[in-house]
């Protein structure tokens, strides 16, 4: 790897690790000698990094401006709870008939739960954020298809900023999401998918703030 690209793909991790942890919030506009100052760097690095962050959707350039933070758009936190609750829905039901498998995840899920309340009793909500994701993770992994664990990757990053984002808004969901997801993690134990599906939707649509759904909606 050349030192230019070695370069370029410091500042793409640094700044895209800015944008969802939120500390470089949708609608702030950066530039690249900004960027560059800070990291000790040239613009070139910079530049690079910047469209690709504009290729995966984080960022719109503006010449001579800068580069424009792309804001959470308008019905994409529902998109993204509709999707994540099918494919970790269908990961459940998956394990729910293998005992072994189902066992395991349900330790990995106890795992991940204890660093969540380390996370929340310091504070730190970006750890937090990472958790999260990770906790959800699991699950999608569990569930042996290869082609939804991808797509659920590509989620992802999207699940944690969302997140970071309402955890900014309300600090003190931090308690009731360790609660959720406890609850979770015990459906997921007893093999019931149905009510996994129906408790991960409300978790997702409360902690997201939107509106929550009629059984029959959903």
Same mark, same amino acid.
């Given at each position: ?10 500042v793409y ?14 609608g702030e ?17 910079? %530049? #690079? =990094? ?6 995966? !959707?984080?960022?719109? &350039? ?5 580069? $424009? @933070? +792309? ?45 969540? %309340? #380390? =996370? ?6 970006? !750890?937090?954020?990472? &958790? ?5 993770? $699991? @699950? +999608? ?11 659920y990757a ?65």
């Amino acid at each position: 790897m050349s030192k230019l690209h070695s370069a370029a793909e410091v500042v793409y991790r640094e700044v895209k690790e800015r944008i969802l942890s939120a500390a470089l919030p949708g609608g702030e506009l950066i530039s690249e000698g900004e960027i560059a100052a800070e990291m000790g760097t040239s613009r070139t690095p910079v %530049r #690079e =990094a910047f469209l690709r962050l504009e290729a995966e !959707g984080w960022m719109r &350039l503006y010449p001579k401006r800068g580069a $424009l @933070i +792309v804001p959470v758009a308008d019905g994409e936190a529902e998109h993204v709870v509709s999707a994540r609750r099918l494919v970790e829905t269908d990961a459940v039901r998956a394990v729910a008939g293998n005992e072994t498998a189902r066992t395991g995840l349900a330790a990995a899920l106890r795992e991940n739960l204890v660093a969540q %309340r #380390e =996370a929340a009793a310091s504070g730190d909500v970006d !750890g937090f954020s990472g &958790l999260d994701a990770d906790f959800h993770g $699991l @699950i +999608v992994r569990a569930g042996g298809n290869p082609l939804l664990v991808t797509f659920y990757a590509g989620l992802r990053e999207r699940q944690r900023r969302m997140t970071t984002r309402s955890l900014a808004r309300d600090p003190l969901q931090l308690a009731s999401i360790i609660d959720d997801h406890t609850a979770l993690a015990d459906l997921v134990e007893s093999a019931d998918a149905d009510g996994y599906d129906a408790a991960v939707t409300v978790h997702m649509r409360r902690v997201h703030g939107l509106p929550l759904l009629s059984a029959g909606a959903r």
